[in-house]
């Protein structure tokens, strides 16, 4: 039964929240000894127009206890409510949640100081001071570290002396060189154009060739900087042994298999122990009889090849390769000199667990509903001992509509190969693609009472492969066929014949698509401080290859002018979808997360509607979060009914997500969140039966839904559990109430519980 009764629950949990926060920040000096200060604050101040000032933070040794809003130290407020005896059980648990206050330590403030300095010298600021002011009152210090930069040192000119024909034409590649006159004499970048230099030449089996080889000389007059790289001194004293070793390439002669970590291989041996070693040409497995890897698996995967110049470019590809492979834990490579010019591979792999369950579950509560949704699965990761991964996944969603109970269930199968199957393309181009190909089938039961049930049968191919950051899905087909065996009278003659609900999307249909979607993240795990961007997008068309056939073959049209297949009319569409977030990172423990997400469709051709399933929906726990799972939109439409769960109408052809969130670590695994949300969906064209729904230019901006909110959620690091609680601000679909919301039931809240971050 809905609440109809006023509340501000969700007001009421914030202000409890924020007081709470408040409470445990008071007296933060209760714990910090006579004599002693607690950090309050650290300042950097820096004048260096060239320096990104997020990269000054990194060089700073002590830090305060960290903010929530940058209002609140929460761990340092639950550790202070430990009493004066540690050794009282309730002290222990606080103080092991909570935060022990930093204390001004002038070591590391002096230490920090010299780290300031240091980095602006590297970075060509020769000539930069720093002035350190340490404030001291009521136990509390605060530290400002004011730079002065003065004028920074620049490249004059950059010479290359290098007596070794291929390294110098490296050097001197003014395209590709990371040296360029006028830019800062910044050390940083000097030693960045070392590793390519290096990089490159063992890419050209240059094994033994380091970077500490190379070394710059510099000659300043006045602020400008003459700078040559050349070989290190006491290498060119010797030239026989710079030729020998140095400047030297090697082949690859062997490649040694080692399936069991646990035994040494003696690499100096060409003639491994032959117990349970398998040979092929300069391959060689070695291993249990039992092999949980084939030869040829183990070989498609291997870049360093025998016969080769050694390239590190080869190795970081075997790496990528082999530890993408589901029945391999880790891969270690190393190599010995079997030969003046010769070097032998040995590569030990460690087997992971051949089985692993996967589940999810989300919970939603909107409008006095309840849903609840979960998956299931196992995977077998190395089914024929060729890194063939079988996934078995099941999935059971049910939503309860007050006397009624809607169910939705199914599952898939899938062959996952790890080799890109391209027809007409040999092994050796396909395993150069790095990727692997998936073989699925899917089947999907959905049963409304009083409505109707409908099942989707479905398969197709896919393809995946990375390159750099940066993964690519491609699906060459992807067919799906939807049935609806029953339709009950009443609703077919209620919505479906009245037009409430398009009648296309309760006909059998088919859908036969192409897609494409790939993902990038611009996160550094070395740098995790830095800023960085993430973006998603996809491309889809259906129906193109059929309708084109079928206009080639001059195959007649149905009664109503439309193309079918096997008796089933077949969808035509394009559509398209992109996300992009940007984290800005604050410290280690607070960051602020934006996110965009805009997505659009078109039918033509064959079809009139895009697929209900293949079209958008705004609201849900990833979406606009004051409205449940697909109850925003489209535009300002009215739902025909207020006591139905669920109104099929609520679906469009264009969506817009616009959401920030505030997410601060606070103690232990939680983490808090603040968020607002904005979008909402459209049609492209009028349908009857979705009045207002329409995208407009000059109107949709009024038509966007805003919502605010609260989560929690607990990082376990191998996944997160979310719940988040969003609250309406402004609905444009309102006639009979305020469009802008003043929440007074939990018809105006919506409580999402899930897996993952939104976005």
Known sequence: MRSSHPTFLPLLLLVVLLSGMLFVSCSPTK???????????????????????????????????????????????????????????????????????????????????????????????????????????????????????????????????????????????????????????????????????????????????????????????????????????????????????????????????????AVSTILTSNKPDPIDTIQTGNYVVIGPGDKFLTFNALVSSTFVKPGTLYSDADVERTYAALNTLPPVKYTHISFTETAPDSLQCLITIAEAKSFTFTSQAEITFTEGYWGAAGNAGVVHRNLFKGAESLTLQGRLALEYQGDVIAQEWGGQAGIRVPRTIIPFINDANSRSLQGSTEFRGVFNYQHRPGEFTSTNFGGGIKYNWITGRQNHNLDLLDLSYVNFPWISPEFRETFIESGKYNKYNYDNYMIMRLSYSTAVSGYNPARPLRNYFTYRYGVESAGNALYGLYKLLDIPVDVNGFYRAFNIRFSQYVRGEINASFHQIIDKNNKFVYHAGIGAGLPYGNAEIIPFERRFYSGGANSVRGWGESMLGPGVYQRFSTNRRRDYNQVGDVKLDLNFEYRARMFWVLEGAIFADAGNIWTVREYDNQAGGVFRLDTFWKQIALAYGIGLRMDFNFFLFRVDMGVKLHDPAAVTTPKWILPKSFNDVALHIAIGYPF
Do not use: C
């Not at 903010?67 to 929460?74: S, T």
């Not at 300095?117 to 020769?126: A, S």
């Not at 002011?133 to 605060?142: E, L, Y």
């Not at 990089?199 to 710059?216: C, H, V």
């Open 31 to 261: 714990h910090v000894p006579d004599g002693a200060f607690l950090l309050n604050k650290v300042e950097i101040k820096s004048d260096a127009k060239e320096i990104n000032k997020n990269d000054l933070p990194e060089y700073v040794r002590q830090m305060p206890n960290s903010y929530i809003l940058g209002l609140f130290r929460l761990q340092l407020g639950i550790y202070n409510l430990s009493g004066k005896d540690s050794t009282k059980w309730f002290s222990r648990l606080v103080r092991r949640i909570g935060q022990p206050p930093v204390l001004l330590d002038s070591t590391l403030t002096e230490l920090s100081a010299q780290q300031l300095l240091r980095f602006h010298m590297n970075k060509g600021y020769y000539d930069a001071n720093i002035n350190t002011i340490v404030n001291k009152r009521n136990k509390k210090a605060r530290i400002s570290y004011q730079i002065q930069s003065n004028k920074p040192y620049r490249v004059n000119e950059y010479k290359v002396n290098v007596p070794f024909e291929e390294l110098e034409t490296l050097s001197k590649d003014s395209v590709r060189s990371l040296v360029q006159p006028n830019m800062l004499f910044d050390v940083y970048q000097l030693d960045s154009e070392r590793e390519r230099l290096t990089s490159r030449m063992r890419r050209q089996g240059y094994y033994n060739f380091m970077k500490d080889y190379l070394a710059y000389t510099a000659d300043s007059t006045g602020h400008k900087v003459d700078v040559t790289l050349q070989l290190r001194d006491y290498l060119m004293e010797n030239r026989d042994t710079l030729n020998q070793t140095v400047f030297k390439q090697y082949y690859i002669s062997k490649v040694i298999y080692n399936l069991n970590p």
